[in-house]
């Protein structure tokens, strides 16, 4: 029953979904094909497909300072999942891959006062990162999700267009946003990298954190999350939230920033601009079953460089060997 009423509650993601097709979704009513796209929602459904073989790890490696770290080569990588060392298949300096961003802002009444710098910047960084190869949508979430691109796109003026025309609304669906635009990634080929900009609170989502994650992971995403944090008094922020979004940005191998005013968004926005060029793919086909857990965990180290003990090494934590269809 908890199930059904799940997918129940879940009745207007539909048409969203849809947009990451570009085609109309089976079944739909006449009523249903005349709603805005962006704004039906999905109905997940609950069968697995098929045993993950190629494994992706997408790697940030960073110093004592947090700067980048380039140059590495595939001997300078040790990748374990559950304890058990892994042959690394294919290796690639993640620059020369294409890059697919879902830039999702917050809307809610919470953040309307710093909406118009947020916007701002967003737009500096989409100007900033994308190449022609690559392709950016802007999400705004507030009650509802609404894509404000018509898809993905590499025009900067359609970018821009769509940063200034994000909708303001009361209530924050923070995790929706995160499982629909998991859901859209997961098409894209490439590097595919989740930014996320709010104050972390979440009070109208119709989808729970866990799915929300598994969303994310599944679609191999690199969730970066900039916490907007309230001038004001400490009693306007939700931490648990802020919490939250540590969590999933540590879990998929990104990185949470926190931000009171422009300067600082900017410098987030600047800090995952150099990463994003500096990254590394390790793949792998898994040599044996190491776990009969549905999901792997996995662990890489950097070998072979003197400064090696210092470095910080960032990835998804691990992956689930059998996927959901939605």
């Known amino acids: 029953m908890r199930k059904l009423a799940t997918i129940l509650r879940l009745t207007g993601l539909l048409v969203s979904a849809c947009l ?5 979704a089976p079944h739909q009513s006449p009523d249903q094909q005349k709603q805005p796209k ?11 497909r098929g045993v993950v073989k190629l494994v992706n790890v997408f790697v940030t490696v960073t110093d004592a300072h947090g700067a980048p770290v380039g140059g590495l080569a595939k001997d300078n990588f040790v990748l374990r999942e559950d304890d ?3 042959k690394i298949a294919v290796f690639d300096k993640e620059s020369a891959l294409p890059l697919s961003i879902a830039l999702a802002i917050d809307t809610s009444l919470s953040t309307h006062h710093d909406l118009p710098l947020e916007q701002s910047s967003a737009k500096r960084f989409a100007h900033a990162i994308l190449r022609p190869i690559d392709a950016l949508s802007v999400y705004g979430f507030n009650e509802i999700v609404h894509e404000s691109t018509p898809g993905y796109t ?14 303001a609304g009361a209530a924050t669906a923070l995790y929706d946003a995160i499982y629909l635009a998991s859901r859209a990634l997961d098409h894209r080929k490439g ?4 930014v996320l900009i709010t ?8 989808i729970d954190y866990k799915e929300a994650v598994r969303a994310a992971e599944e679609a191999e995403a690199i969730v970066y999350s900039i916490i907007i944090v309230p001038i004001e008094a400490s009693a306007g922020r939700e931490t648990g939230g802020e919490h939250a ?3 999933l940005s540590e879990d998929t191998g990104g990185k949470y920033y926190y931000a009171t005013s422009t300067a600082q968004l900017d410098d ?26 549905e999901f792997r965990r996995i662990e890489v180290k950097v070998v072979g460089v003197p400064e090696a003990a210092g470095y910080r090494v960032r990835h998804r934590a691990g992956y689930y060997s059998t996927r959901s269809e939605f």
Do not use: N
Not at 38 to 48: D, F, K, N, V, Y
Not at 154 to 167: Q, T, Y
Not at 275 to 291: C, G, I, N, V
């Open 154 to 167: 590499s025009d900067l003026k359609r970018i821009d267009e769509g940063i200034d025309h994000i909708r």
């Open 20 to 24: 990451w097709s570009q085609q109309p």
């Open 245 to 247: 979004l540590i969590q």
């Open 199 to 206: 104050d972390g609170g979440d009070t109208f989502s119709k």
């Open 191 to 194: 590097r595919k990298v989740l």
């Open 268 to 293: 987030a926005f600047h800090k995952i601009s150099d990463e994003l060029r500096t990254q590394y793919l390790l793949a792998y086909y898994p040599s044996q079953r190491t776990s009969w857990s």
């Open 84 to 86: 058990h060392e892994q």
């Open 38 to 48: 962006a704004e039906r929602r999905s109905e997940p459904a609950t069968t697995l």
